[in-house]
């Protein structure tokens, strides 16, 4: 998740909690609490990653933020270096969450690969996330306007 200790300086601080940094203002979560916390939202254009203990409510938090942002017509891409597929849509459908429905709608992606030990290699979507960059975001989950 961006903090504030990540910008640079003490301007970077009041620019993270502003939106004075970030280009176009800031995107809801849909959480309301978490909205006010960050006065607004995440940062519009900001990558945000979740991290914390096992079951404190990583996974929660970030597919509620993505289907939040489904029903306002954006895509979104759920990367898991723990988690497999299966089990996520699972515990989504649990919450309510049809995140098939929404992949077949073009407007969820889940992103996951396994070695053999059946642990999920990061530097695999690293690279791979490097050449995405490359080549450019595919149409489908390129930002709508």
């Known amino acids: 998740m961006t903090t504030p200790s990540s910008r640079t300086g003490v301007s970077g601080v009041d620019q993270f909690f502003t939106g004075k940094a970030g280009e176009g203002g800031r995107v809801r979560t849909g959480i309301a609490e978490l909205d006010q916390m960050l006065r607004g939202g995440f940062m519009k254009g900001d990558a945000v990653m979740v991290a914390g203990s096992a079951g404190c409510g990583k996974t929660t938090l970030a597919?509620?933020?993505?289907?939040?942002?489904?029903?306002?017509?954006?895509?979104?891409?759920?990367?898991?270096?723990?988690e497999m597929?299966?089990?996520?849509?699972r515990?989504?459908?649990?919450?309510?969450?049809?995140l098939r429905k929404l992949e077949e709608e073009s407007k969820f992606r889940i992103a996951a690969q396994t070695n053999s030990r059946g642990l999920v290699e990061p530097s695999c979507h690293v690279r791979e996330g490097k050449r995405a960059e490359e080549r450019g975001v595919?149409?489908?989950?390129?930002?709508?306007?």
Not at 64 to 80: D, F, H, I, R, S
Not at 85 to 89: A, C, L, M, T, V
Request: negative net charge; aromatic residues 14%.
């Open 138 to 145: 595919p149409a489908d989950y390129a930002p709508q306007n």
């Open 85 to 89: 597929p299966d089990q996520i849509y």
């Open 63 to 82: 597919l509620q933020y993505l289907v939040n942002g489904a029903k306002l017509g954006e895509a979104g891409l759920y990367v898991t270096f723990e």
């Open 91 to 98: 515990d989504a459908k649990n919450l309510g969450w049809d």
